[in-house]
């Protein structure tokens, strides 16, 4: 019988009031945004915390803006909101392209942008498609705001540098010219969690070169979801075809992938070159006015 | 009337049909607006809550079980262990298939997650807590989880409850004629083998099983709320299992979320709801959730299977063996009829004329959940088209043949019905080569496989990493049991009753034993009423589920509901029609053989305007008017169906997909599915149950598996992890029919609602298979199957991905 241990409850009303319950009942509280890892889990008794902190009311959380410059999106943002953001399909397709294929329409309508980075599943795609976009965190605590870039957020799998009594406020990406960028997933069927998936985004010159890649990498070790290599490889060459494929092949290499049901170890790396040069592609494709 | 709104294309189904023809079902009015009431729905006075506690391990040893911290729970009302059953000599309990199983450990356990302990409490949530409070220790023991490796001279002995066994074989079986197979294979020109697991798969049922036992202390009645899909079968066993006396023991299935073969058999938690229900004196409810119905109940095939099959150098058909390695986990507690352990699995020469066939099925225990045949499957129908139809495209592969001609040339002719297969079987009818036209035709075949050469071309340029496939599958179902003298259960024949009331204003109650879990019963026996007595299925209520409301029958499964049941209903309206035609002559003071039946109405021969209606005639069958001196009044009858003998359906599926070789993703394209059910009383309901069975075959072909770590962790525990099609997975469905009566049945029904689910995981597999040009591949054909089976080096699906 799935049901959970005992637990109190706190409707946080802004965000400093979640600081302040945070730190009132302690490490052993958890926030709860939209709660579609952190329920089951509570169900499965996987996770017993003492304290909910429901802060599905902090309005300031919530949104999609352009700040000067920045994409910002609020750590509240459904996934939903962010699938049908205007703003996004402009800016940054690979957000788009991350979120038509994460979970279903029911999950989507209430799970959130923040609560997946948060959760830090190493299956997740929004790490990945953050990290190619090189997107910075905005976490906040009793002692005000600090900024830490996604690939500097992730700990380890479930584990982030976000404290006891702080909370993930806003995700900021920065907006760049000449840039395209796009998502590529297998799943296994749809709604599943990644097999593997990649994220691109590109910038080219006038002449097609390439003048700054971010590659994003899902559920294949990639040391904090990128791949590092393959996008200094990129820098300065022309975006060709054959500069994605080894781009591809050096991801490859880099990733860490561990065998379970969705595929063994030499499939999964197969699938990070692959993905990784089909996102290059579409991402190139679409920094050229190619496809939308 | 069936009309289609030219906007959306969807019929609207805008009256009832007196008798066949699509109609909404009567019984949705109800579920659409969420007014079903199934085992959850259900609070009784006083009610307790169950939960249980369950292995963590495949194969331990019980060292001890201490339950004072969960009792001293101030809400716990009682903890029930092995130790607590075994007083009352429950601790085991019979299974359908001549074997024990455990119905709460007591000297070891034998499958992850095997129940334990079972906690009731006043509260879910304290029967949830108070499980953490039962502290258990094992002694760990090795797991044997590969069925290959099961009868190995080292391998661990599973059942050592059983006095003196130093093994895990569980039986022998075989069927066909050995010698002359072998004779066969003898003087073939082409013999292709091949070994294919039909992996182990999961009916998943939307709803979970569950029960809530209330035993009466002062009536001494017990009245067990339950999901089961054969009420009268739990009840005569809860009388033969537990000692109660049958009149006392009320089964009431209520609204059934899905049954698939997940619902035929009694579970440990059942069994223990009633002791529990006994020992507090309230009613006790247990329910599953997702995790326990995926760990614990019925599985469903998981057959290893070597398959050869025989053929002369022109391309007919001779013959097929083969050898099958069951693996039945801890206790064999398949449920099939009794005298068949590997259930109609023997029909495996499919719809082709063949000489010689012969099986020999071996049994064997692994640490892993009983159970075995369930998932819409007919009693392993799907494992035996499975084998047949993919031996038939291996068999066309090593050959260069196209398997569409392979099967053309060899399908049974219709001239050739009734027909007695080399495994002795005797099919009812069919007309299979036009059933397989039909298909063809409507995929448009031909053009199929010239998109498929250009496709390839491309591919083999270097322009694409795409590949097409096309995979048929021609199936022959055979579902229906009995008849009572060779099938039965437990020793219950399979044969079952019908109970028609036809009330004074004409309305009418008909009484059945089985039980629908989706199928549309309400509706569709209504509707064989109809069609009989001319009363609007509207003015029919079908009462199933309740053991005191309802006469015996083993209940449905196995597609039998409409052979069995749906005969029963026919020859029972026939009863009703038989009284009201002496009523009508009583009426009309004519002789009764002057009487015509015209629907709805008696008329006299050669004096049309002298009629009596149905309502008249029933009004009159309750009514002062004066009946011959052996006619009883009222108007009702009674009958029990025993089937001369199955019926067989068939289908020709033709199904098209696209591979993306550099990721190993399937998408299914099309899927062409032409059946031949025999007469169609509902084509609606008929449609839907093709269409789930369909999307079953794509379940279980690209994604559905149970598999098993080393240690015997069952990986398959959730829905995240056991994946079932979605409706992106699924095409369009294109269906046609083929109308081949039997003529056996009294209405010429056969039964459908297994025939997809037998005849479509082939058909996508042969696609796949089709596409990258792979002699065999075991399911799922996930990307990564897919991708290794490209490369040469297929996954073994069973066991955990190293």
């Known amino acids: 019988m799935q049901v959970p241990a005992q637990f109190e409850y706190e409707r946080a009303t802004s965000v400093a009031h979640a600081v302040e319950l945070l730190t009132r009942y302690g490490p052993d509280s958890r926030l709860v945004a939209g709660g579609h890892s952190l329920i089951p889990m509570m169900k499965l008794r996987i996770a017993e915390p003492e304290t909910l902190i429901d802060i599905n009311d902090v309005a300031e959380l919530t949104g999609i803006r352009l700040d000067g410059t920045e994409l910002v999106l609020g750590a509240m943002a459904r996934h939903a909101d962010l699938l049908a953001s205007p703003l996004a399909v402009e800016h940054f397709p690979i957000l788009v392209d991350a979120e038509r294929v994460i979970a279903d329409p029911v999950v989507r309508n209430r799970g959130t942008v923040g609560g997946s980075l948060c959760q830090a599943d190493p299956s997740e795609d929004l790490s990945a498609a953050f990290a190619a976009v090189h997107a910075v965190a905005v976490i906040e605590g009793a002692d005000g705001r600090r900024q830490v870039p996604v690939r500097e957020f992730h700990v380890g799998p479930y584990q982030t540098v976000v404290g006891d009594a702080e909370i993930l406020v806003e995700i900021r990406v920065p907006v760049r010219p000449g840039g395209g960028s796009a998502y590529e997933k297998v799943e296994r069927r749809v709604g599943d969690w990644s097999v593997a998936a990649a994220g691109a985004a590109l910038w080219l010159d006038p002449t097609g070169v390439v003048t700054d890649a971010g590659i994003g990498l899902t559920a294949v070790g990639a040391a904090q979801f990128a791949a590092a290599r393959a996008e200094e490889f990129l820098r300065g060459v022309p975006g060709s075809d054959d500069a994605f494929t080894e781009a591809g092949r050096i991801a490859a290499e880099d990733c860490r992938p561990v065998a379970d049901q969705r595929g063994p170890v030499d499939y999964k790396r197969h699938l990070a070159g692959e993905l990784t040069t089909r996102a290059l592609r579409r991402a190139a494709a679409r920094a050229r006015g190619q496809e939308a | ?802």
């Open chain 2, 1 to 802: 009337m069936t009309t289609t709104d030219p906007d959306t294309g969807f019929r609207a189904l805008d009256a009832t049909p007196m008798g066949y023809g699509s109609m909404r079902r009567k019984e949705d009015a109800r579920f659409v607006r969420g007014k079903g009431r199934y085992l959850d729905d259900i609070v009784l006075p006083g009610m307790l809550h169950a939960a249980i506690l369950r292995s963590p391990h495949a194969h331990a040893r019980i060292v001890s079980i201490d339950t004072s911290a969960a009792e001293a729970h101030p809400r716990v009302r009682a903890v029930i262990t092995g130790e607590t059953l075994a007083g009352l000599g429950l601790a085991w309990m019979p299974t359908l298939s001549h074997d024990v199983q455990s119905v709460l450990a007591t000297d070891k356990v034998r499958f992850q997650g095997q129940e334990v302990a079972f906690v009731v409490a006043e509260d879910r949530y304290s029967a949830r807590d108070a499980l953490a409070l039962v502290d258990v220790e094992y002694d760990p023991l090795p797991a044997v989880i590969d069925a290959q490796h099961a009868l190995d001279a080292d391998a661990p002995v599973i059942r050592d409850d059983q006095e003196g066994r130093t093994d895990n074989h569980i039986f022998d079986w075989e069927a066909g004629d050995a010698a002359a197979t072998d004779d066969v294979f003898a003087r073939a020109d082409v013999v292709s083998s091949c070994d294919m697991l039909y992996p182990r798969s999961h009916p998943a049922p939307m709803e979970t099983c569950g029960s809530i036992a209330s035993m009466d202390p002062v009536s001494g009645k017990l009245t067990v709320y339950t999901t089961t899909q054969a009420p009268h079968a739990h009840r005569t066993v809860y009388a033969l299992v537990a000692g109660l006396p049958e009149h006392k023991i009320q089964i009431i299935s209520p609204d059934i979320g899905g049954g698939f073969g997940n619902k035929v058999g009694i579970y440990p938690g059942y069994v223990c709801a009633v002791v529990g229900s006994i020992v507090t004196g309230a009613p006790v409810k247990w329910t599953e959730d997702r995790s326990e119905n995926l760990m614990s109940t019925s599985f469903a095939r998981d057959y290893h299977m070597r398959g050869e099959i025989a053929a002369t150098h022109d391309g007919k058909l001779l013959g097929v063996r083969v050898t099958v390695l069951a693996d039945h986990g801890a206790f064999n507690g398949t449920a099939q009829p009794s005298k068949m352990p590997a259930g109609l699995f023997h029909v495996f020469s499919g719809s082709y004329d063949l000489a010689a066939a012969h099986c020999a099925v071996t049994g064997v225990y692994t640490n892993k959940a009983p159970g075995g045949v369930a998932y819409a499957c007919s009693f392993r129908i799907t494992e035996a088209v499975y084998l047949i139809e993919r031996l038939v495209d291996v068999l066309a592969h090593d050959q260069g043949w196209d398997p569409a001609e392979l099967r053309r040339t060899n399908l049974l002719r219709s001239e050739q019905f009734p027909y007695t297969t080399a495994l002795g079987w005797e099919y009812d009818s069919g007309d299979y080569p036009r059933t397989l036209a039909t298909a063809l035709d409507m995929a448009g075949y031909d053009e199929l496989r010239a998109e498929q050469k250009q496709v390839r071309s491309a591919y083999e340029r270097g322009e694409s990493p795409m590949l097409m496939g096309i995979g048929l599958s021609f199936f022959t179902e055979a579902v229906g049991a009995g008849p009572r003298r060779t099938m039965d259960i437990l020793g219950l024949g399979m044969a079952d009753g019908a109970e028609l009331r036809i009330h004074p204003t004409g309305k009418a109650v008909l009484r059945l034993s089985c039980m629908t879990q989706g199928q549309g019963h309400q509706t569709t026996f209504a509707q064989i009423v109809a069609e009989e007595l001319g009363i609007s299925p509207d003015d029919i209520e079908v009462v199933q589920g309740d053991t005191d409301q309802t006469p015996f029958g083993l209940g449905t499964y196995g597609s039998r509901s409409t052979p069995v049941s749906g005969a029963a209903t026919a020859m029972v309206a026939r009863k009703v029609r038989d009284r009201a035609r002496i009523v009508a002559a009583a009426m009309l003071e004519v002789s009764p053989d002057d009487l015509e039946w015209e629907k709805g109405a008696f008329r006299v021969a050669g004096d049309p305007a002298a009629a009596a209606t149905m309502n008249e005639i029933a009004m009159a069958a309750h009514s002062d008017l004066e009946l011959p001196d052996d006619v009883e009044g009222h108007l009702d009858a009674t009958c029990v169906y025993n089937p001369p003998n199955l019926t067989y359906p068939c289908g020709a599926y033709v199904c098209v997909v696209d591979v993306d070789t550099a990721t190993g993703q399937v998408k299914v394209r099309r899927f062409v599915a032409v059946d031949d059910c025999g007469v169609r009383i509902n084509p609606m309901v008929v449609e839907g149950q093709v269409h789930g069975g369909l999307a079953d075959g794509i379940g279980m072909a690209l994604m559905e598996v149970m598999a098993f770590d080393t240690d015997g962790n069952h990986l398959g525990a959730s829905f995240m992890d056991y994946l079932l099609p979605t409706a992106m997975e699924c095409p369009s469905w294109e269906l046609g029919e083929t109308v081949t009566p039997s003529p056996h049945h009294p209405i010429g029904a056969k039964g459908v609602g297994e025939s997809a689910t037998v005849g479509s995981p082939p058909a996508v597999t042969n696609a796949v298979l089709d596409a990258i040009r792979v002699r065999h591949a075991d399911m799922p054909l996930t990307p990564a199957a897919v991708w290794r089976a490209v490369r040469g080096t297929p996954l073994r699906t069973d066991l955990a991905i190293g």
